[in-house]
């Protein structure tokens, strides 16, 4: 029952697709790039579904990783990480909804990116409660304007009309 709901989400706002098509796009042309991704997920049927890395040239230093140890990637807190400009590209995908201290998260990976570095963002807005109850907040452009403040340049694409956004894609370069 629990994944019924997620299923009917993705069909109705095509959430899941979207994502994918901004992320596809981005990856376009990237290249020989150290990349963080931070919650790679769970293996579905012997693959990796929610995990990005399939859209990226196979020359680039790309890390799945999550909090969960059980899926096999390397285990990273993005609250407590650690990393100093150690990373061109750093993709939180579907993540920050489930982090309490995001203001802290934001920071974290801020950190970690090199002076060059781009952070990828996409959070759901109109989306079923999930992964609970670790599934705290929805975001709006205002408030992730507010939180990416810190980046050099910021751009907010959404799915769905603009005063009923499904989903934001969020690109913020250093």
């Known amino acids: ?30 290249e020989n790039k150290k990349i963080l991704e931070i919650g790679s997920g769970e293996k579905v049927k012997g693959k990796y579904p929610y995990s990005t890395k399939q859209f990226f040239d196979s020359s680039n230093d790309f890390i799945q990783s999550d909090i969960n ?72 452009e205002h408030s992730l304007k507010k939180l990416m403040a810190g980046f050099r340049k910021v751009t907010i694409a959404n799915s769905g009309i603009r005063q009923f956004p499904f989903a934001y894609f969020v690109v913020a370069n250093k």
């Open 1 to 30: 029952m629990k994944y019924l709901y997620r299923k009917f989400a993705h069909l109705i706002f095509r959430t899941r697709s979207y994502g994918n098509n901004a992320i596809k796009t981005f990856a376009k042309g990237v």
């Open 69 to 140: 140890s059980t899926f096999g990637h390397s285990v990273i807190d993005v609250t407590e990480m650690k990393y100093q400009k150690e990373f061109d590209i750093i993709i939180c995908m579907n993540v920050l909804e489930h982090v309490f201290d995001f203001q802290k998260a934001i920071s974290n990976i801020y950190n970690a990116l090199k002076e060059t570095g781009t952070a990828i963002i996409y959070v759901p807005a109109v989306y079923p409660l999930h992964n609970e109850p670790d599934d705290y907040w929805r975001f709006t």
